[in-house]
């Protein structure tokens, strides 16, 4: 904080009044002007993205539910074919938890497309690979279409707040 | 008191100038989420209402539109959006409504997606309910360059196990 003295030596003002009020204004325009920076450099963004996918799929492919949880936020909304909607990482965890004692999935994810805007990234693309359950040796092929919407937190961590698939029939 | 005023002035400019820059204000955000919204509700009644014309025009048409209904490969483009709910939309025994809950927007305000429950119904001739279905879609809205939004993915799938 200056000490209104020093803009009092400013031949520019001759009052207290008019530094009081230069101040405000700068206060004012300088607030207004909320110099949050718009993300122009996306590329560093889709590697994270890429990252994050990976993990997801090596911890889907452990079953591996706390590495799988690691990249949804708090407030995931899990919509999943043939379920209510899963709000909430501990509502996910107490529904992929039990699932991954008695299956044993393996996908791979293809994303086709990618849109990036600032803080929101949305992919699309394709889940494919094999389900198998634990104790059998029996595997069904699996297809899926998704989308998964990626939100920035005000830390700069990318997380996964939407998933949603469904099937595509043999 | 002029040289303050022009002092003021050029400040003013000049912040001015850098937030235009920077995202959108506040408010701007909340007109264009209800913006979101209403093309949501837009191409929910063009649903309802069988007019299909109507909700094609509500995908994107710089970018390569994609549906992706339960069952089905991606649907990719409009004239094989078109011909795939075609069928959907002759049926005069269906009604479908779609329900938007949640909208969403990145800070640029150019980007956004809506999560909503959907509710179809056949019913046979005689108005019994034959086949029902609840469920949740996420639709993406993209803001164009006029101004307006629409769609280039959809994607939806059932509450109820098969």
Known sequence: MIAPEIYL?????????????FVLAAAFFSGCSNPK??????????????????????GVNTTDVEMVLKDFSSDIIYLGPGL??????EALREFIAPLYEIILPRIE??????????????????????????GSDSTQNIHFKYIF???????????????IYNEIAD | MKPLISLLAAYAILFSACSNNNQPFPEQIEIE???????????????????????????????????????????KGKENIRNFYQPMFSMENLTVEFYPETIEISKSGDLGYV??????????????????????YINIWKKQNDGSWKCPADIFNSDLSE
């Open chain 1, 109 to 134: 994810m293809t994303p086709r497309d990618i849109n990036i805007k600032d803080d929101v990234a949305i992919e699309w693309g394709l889940i494919n690979g094999t389900m198998g359950q634990v």
């Open chain 1, 84 to 89: 209510r909607p899963i709000e909430g990482k």
């Open chain 2, 115 to 136: 999560i909503g429950v959907y509710q179809t119904k056949i019913q046979d001739s005689t108005g019994n309910i034959i086949n029902e279905d609840k469920g949740k």
């Open chain 2, 33 to 75: 989420k209800e913006k979101i919204k209403q093309a949501d509700i837009t191409w929910g009644n063009a649903a309802k209402s069988k007019n299909l014309q109507e909700f094609l025009s509500l995908y994107t048409d710089n970018q390569i539109p994609v549906t992706m209904p339960p069952n089905n490969p991606s649907i």
């Open chain 1, 9 to 21: 030596s400013i031949p520019l003002f001759r009052t207290s009044k008019q530094v009081v009020l």
């Open chain 1, 37 to 58: 920076e718009v993300n122009t450099d996306t590329s560093r963004d889709l590697e994270t993205i890429d990252l994050i996918r990976e993990r997801h799929v090596l």
């Open chain 1, 149 to 163: 919407v990626y939100e920035r937190s005000s830390g700069g961590e990318w997380l996964i707040t939407r998933d």
